[in-house]
């Protein structure tokens, strides 16, 4: 059984930066992991994953260019750089894993193996 953790949330500026990561409790060395966010009235919507092997990445469209995502065996985590926030990035941020790469950008998640309990980004103008 895996248990992930997040940190690192909180209030920034717009055109501010925040760094999250996400502790894991458990063998994650086989699971791909990442990052989802759902915003006030949306729905949950995958951000950026790394696979196991670190071989593969995935970004959502819009934080292309401003997002940066790795892992680190050691640590058993993953963290999330977000640069030049804008106030559509406010959301509760959630870390996953699971062994299926394409689970990590399927819309929603749905069928996640792990989920943390998510922590809130607010951006403000």
């Known amino acids: 059984q895996v248990q992930l953790e997040e940190s690192g949330g909180g209030l920034v500026r717009a055109g501010g930066s925040l760094s999250l990561s996400c502790t894991a409790s458990?063998?994650?060395?086989?699971?791909?992991m990442g990052w989802f966010r759902q915003a006030p009235g949306k729905e949950r919507e995958p951000v950026a994953a790394?696979?196991?092997?670190?071989?593969?990445?995935y970004y959502k469209d819009s934080v292309k260019g401003r997002f940066t995502i790795s892992r680190g065996y050691a640590t058993n985590s993953v963290s999330l750089k977000m640069n030049s926030l804008q106030p559509e990035d406010t959301a509760v941020y959630y870390c996953?894993?699971?062994?299926?790469?394409?689970?990590?950008?399927?819309?929603?998640?749905?069928?996640?193996?792990?989920w943390g309990k998510g922590i809130l980004v607010t951006v403000s103008t």
């Open positions: 996953a894993a699971d062994p299926r790469w394409a689970t990590m950008s399927s819309a929603t998640g749905l069928n996640m193996d792990y």
């Open positions: 458990g063998r994650t060395n086989d699971l791909h």
């Open positions: 790394i696979s196991w092997s670190r071989s593969s990445i």
